[in-house]
C-alpha cells in the first residue's frame, strides 16, 4: 500500500507498508499453519539497517515494514533437520505475483513426518523404515514440500508453502 504523506526521500519512489507471511497449503490447497518451522528469519535490505535481520518464532512468522525499494529478500525457513533458505523478490511492480520454491525434507524423523502431515499425506516411509509386503527400493524414500511466495496484495506479500 502506498503511504500518502511521508516522503521516501527518493524522487519518484512512493514510501510502501508491506507484510510477509508464511503458510503451508494442505493437499486442498488451503492455507494451514506452518508449525514445521519453529523459526524464520527474513534478511531484509541492508538500508533496514537494526531490523535488516528480523527472526519470528511463530506462524505466520509475519513480518511488517515500510519501505520504498524493490530488493532480493533472503529468507531462511528454520525447520528440526536444517535450514532452508530461498530468496524471493520483493518487487512492486504489479498488486499481485507469485513465485515457487522447492523444499526437500531428506529422510526425516517420526516428529518431522507428523509435522508435515498435518498439511497432508506426506510420500514414503517414516524415517525410511520398509513396511512389510513392501517392495524394496535402492533410492530413499524422502517427503518433498514446495514453498511458494503469493499475493503481494497491495498491502500484503504472503509467502505460502504448499505441496
Known sequence: MVIRDPNSGIEGFPLRQWSVEIHLLNDHGEPVPASVFPKVTYHLHPSFEQRATQTIK???FR???????????QIVLSAPDKDHSITHDLNFQSSKYESKHVITFKNPKPPLLAQLRESGPVPGDENGVKKRGQEESKKKKRADKNVSCLSLDRENICLTAFR
Open 58 to 60: 511463530s506462524p505466520p
Open 63 to 73: 513480518i511488517e515494514e515500510e519501505g520504498w525499494g524493490e530488493f532480493d529478500m
